[in-house]
């Protein structure tokens, strides 16, 4: 079945700083790659999101690019605040497998 | 409009004891799912449901059952609970689609199994 790592699992940056979080993947028939945030004590929502037919999407501050080849994604956040404060969590898809894979979260704190 | 809310918020359970969490969404999604969210584990799916009367296995299903004799319910059951069940527990909605469509979470419920 399909693996995803994500790293790292921690991030400490200062506010106005960029962060990148990384995942890879084992199965190169996945083709859907969304990013979810977690706030304390409430559950995942989806912020962005990429299919394998492009390798960027861009949403105001946020970013996620996709290496098919490599098989590894990237979120990134430009001009961190202090309400991006939240565990994130990579997953990855294939149409028909109907379930997420999900990486093992990132903790990112913005000191203001 | 409430979404997916899930009851009840905490519980905490002995070994050997039974219980259901209930998962509600009132979005009309076709698709529903029960995970699991360890430390450092990230969410591991249990059990989905691709509509009313279907269920399927996930990632970890042993010791859990479903039901999804609704729509918008999704039953998760625990016969007889243990501490490795002890873990945060999260149900899911999405869209019927020929794609992939956004899934929306519920707040979550935390069990303590002793």
């Known amino acids: 079945g399909e693996n995803v790592e994500q790293h790292p699992s921690t991030l400490s940056v200062q506010e106005g700083d960029s962060a990148v979080i990384k995942c890879t993947y084992s199965d190169s028939a996945s083709n859907y790659f969304p990013w979810y945030k977690q706030e304390l004590g409430k559950g995942p929502q989806l912020i962005i999101d990429i299919r394998s037919n492009v390798g960027e999407k861009k949403d105001q501050r946020i970013a996620v690019t996709l290496n098919k080849t490599a098989k590894h994604f990237s979120l990134h956040i430009t001009e961190t605040q202090p309400e991006d404060s939240a565990v994130y969590f990579c997953?990855?898809?294939?149409?028909?497998?109907?379930?997420?894979?999900f990486g093992s979260g990132t903790r990112l704190q913005v000191q203001p | 409009n409430a979404g997916v809310t899930q009851t009840p918020k905490f519980r905490v359970l002995k070994t050997g004891q039974s219980m259901t969490l209930l998962c509600a969404q009132d979005?009309?999604?076709?698709?529903m799912y029960w995970y699991r969210q360890d430390p450092g584990m990230g969410l591991r799916l249990i059990h989905y449901?691709?509509?009313?009367?279907?269920?399927a296995k996930g990632e970890v299903p042993d010791g859990y059952n479903v039901s999804r004799l609704k729509k918008q319910n999704f039953l998760l059951g625990l016969e007889s609970a243990a501490p490795s069940q002890t873990s945060v527990y999260f149900c899911?909605?999405?869209?019927?689609?020929?794609?992939?469509?956004?899934?929306?979470f519920g707040p979550g419920t935390r069990l303590l199994v002793l």
């Open positions: 997953a990855a898809g294939e149409t028909g497998r109907r379930a997420l894979t």
């Open positions: 899911a909605s999405s869209f019927r689609t020929g794609g992939w469509e956004t899934q929306y």
């Open positions: 979005m009309n999604h076709e698709y």
């Open positions: 449901s691709v509509g009313e009367g279907t269920t």
